[in-house]
């Protein structure tokens, strides 16, 4: 599948419009048969909400897209030959990523290794151990870019290939001193990706929807070292949802910066004390044979199948509507069943600060699933609910 030009501008201005975030254009996409026609509706959406929406206009697309070719970089959008496959297999993958370097290496399977900004001696001699080491079994090392153990992970990885991914656009470097980092990941054959507009300056609630990324273009996560409240959590929990491996690096009890990675190894995450404990858990998944460990026997371990072997995605929506026409008319779209005002009450009244399943909340409802599905629309684009994976959501 390859979009062209005027679906490509079609998609990144719908998915740059006001409220518009990648499950709610996944929603508009499948409502409305297609980008161009979603973005004919979005008006009349706004006219029912009684609230405006600003819509990206063909000119501020353009801009942008101009900007990123500019500075060598490109917009892939799910379903193209060089969209990542594990990230397209998330629940919140961006619909369009920029790419800047060579997206061969994002075709290859890949680890990520993250940690503490402030990481100790032992932990960035540690993390420069491992990802060479990896890197040498054929993975891509994949980490955000920041201090410490993040831009160990990227240099030990140079020669092998890295993925940084940004929290801000692909011409906001943060922090701005690993400008020459970048320049070196690119000049040997890696990869930045953003999802964020061009020249968008990272915010602090940016770097989770950053994390999601990383933890999503990777088969496991390795968390090197991690306070309690550390962000390299957040990214473990993401790779927890998404059906990866969660590596920890285990460290004294008396070092903060050990006590979240110890508190994910008490949980079950598998301790990483050598490169060996990665390689025994993932190289099935990327056909290769296990190494020997003495912690287990790989020949005990069930053989599964490539992670990208169990992915069926020809089923994605996004990915078929991605062929159809992007400028289809709305009479071509299949009507929506109707919902009636107090439809939306009664799903505000239902909903709270904690996830809910959405067929759940249809039945306590007692309304049509895609009735529920349009309102859930209507209410995200209005900011009154979150999206949550594995298609739960929650009251804003």
């Known amino acids: 599948m390859h979009l062209s030009d005027a679906q490509r501008l079609d998609w990144l201005r719908l998915i740059r419009s006001e409220g518009v975030g990648p499950r709610t254009f996944r929603g508009l996409v499948n409502r409305f048969g297609g980008a161009g026609a979603a973005l004919k509706a ?22 942008e897209i101009a900007a990123a070719a500019r500075l060598g970089a490109r917009f892939v959008a799910m379903g ?9 297999a998330t629940a919140d993958a961006p619909p369009l990523l920029a790419i800047r370097g060579d997206a061969a ?69 943060y922090p701005s001193e690993h400008e020459e ?10 990869a930045v990706v953003a999802e964020m507009p061009m020249g968008w300056e990272p915010r602090g609630r940016d770097f989770p929807r950053r994390n999601r990324i990383i933890s999503g273009l990777s088969l496991g996560t390795v968390v090197v070292e991690a306070a309690r409240r550390s962000g390299s959590l957040i990214t473990a929990r993401f790779a927890l949802e998404q ?24 949980d079950g995450a598998t301790l990483c004390a050598a490169p060996e404990h990665v390689m025994a858990v993932l190289a099935p998944l990327i056909g290769g044979p296990a190494p020997e460990t003495g ?32 400028q289809a008319p709305l009479d071509d779209a299949p009507d929506p069943v109707p ?6 009450a009664i799903l505000l009244e239902l909903l709270g600060p904690s996830p809910v399943p959405v067929d759940a909340l249809a039945r306590q409802a007692g309304l049509p699933a895609r009735v529920v599905q349009g309102l859930l629309m209507e209410l995200e684009l209005d900011g009154k609910v979150w999206r949550h994976p594995g298609g739960a959501v929650s009251l804003r």
Request: aromatic content about 4%; some cysteine; proline content about 8%.
């Open 42 to 63: 979005l008006p009349d959406l706004a006219k029912a909400r009684g609230k405006p929406i600003r819509v990206t206009t063909r000119a501020e697309a353009e801009r």
């Open 295 to 326: 912690a287990e026997d790989a020949a005990d371990r069930p053989e599964p199948a490539r992670y990208w072997d169990e992915i069926d995605f020809s089923a994605d929506p996004v990915t078929a509507m991605a062929a159809e026409p992007a």
């Open 339 to 344: 919902a009636r005002q107090d439809d939306r």
């Open 105 to 173: 290496c994002l075709t290859r399977p890949a680890v990520a290794i993250v940690g503490s900004r402030n990481a100790s001696a032992a932990g960035l001699t540690f993390t420069e151990r491992l990802s060479h080491a990896l890197g040498a079994e054929g993975l891509v090392i994949v980490s955000g870019l920041a201090r410490g153990v993040d831009a160990r992970a990227h240099k030990a990885a140079l020669q092998s290939g890295t993925v940084a991914v940004l929290a801000g656009g692909l011409d906001r470097i």
């Open 181 to 190: 980092l970048v320049t070196r990941i690119l000049g040997s054959g890696g």
């Open 80 to 88: 193209e030959p060089d969209y990542p496959l594990p990230l397209q």
């Open 243 to 266: 059906g990866r491996e969660v590596f920890a690096v285990p460290g004294s009890p008396l070092d903060p910066r050990a006590e979240g990675t110890n508190d994910l190894i008490r």
